[in-house]
């Protein structure tokens, strides 16, 4: 079983930074590919960055290009998102994902973690 769990949430004020961290256990990062994930309220779920298991590729949603950098530690296993210049919009909860096919796909995630929330204040 693969168990992803999240941390780094919290609030910042617009312009700010954070980095979140998934946690993993075993052979995950190096079974399968890992990705980010956010859910405003009142809205659908969205893909955010994505990285493959052998680091290789990179993948980005175009509303943080440049601004967000996903990466891994395999020695920790722990994934991260780091997030610069934070906007209002960026507030979410986000869900790391685990998935052993590329792309990342929304409706085809293997394993979710349970979310943090990330709360930019304008």
């Known amino acids: 079983q693969v168990q992803l769990v999240e941390s780094g949430g919290g609030l910042v004020q617009a312009g700010g930074s954070l980095r979140l961290s998934c946690a993993t256990s075993?052979?995950?990062?190096?079974?399968?590919?890992m990705g980010w994930f956010r859910q405003a309220p009142g809205k659908e779920r969205e893909f955010v960055a994505a990285?493959?298991?052998?680091?290789?590729?990179?993948s980005y949603a175009d509303s943080v290009k440049g601004r967000f950098t996903i990466s891994k530690d395999n020695a920790k296993n722990t994934v991260y998102l780091q997030m610069n210049s934070l906007k209002a919009e960026d507030t979410a909860v986000y869900y790391c994902?685990?998935?052993?096919?590329?792309?990342?796909?929304?409706?085809?995630?293997?394993?979710w973690g349970k979310g943090a929330l990330v709360t930019v204040s304008s």
């Open positions: 994902a685990a998935d052993g096919a590329w792309p990342l796909r929304l409706n085809g995630i293997d394993y």
């Open positions: 075993g052979r995950t990062l190096s079974t399968y590919h």
């Open positions: 990285i493959s298991r052998n680091d290789y590729v990179k």
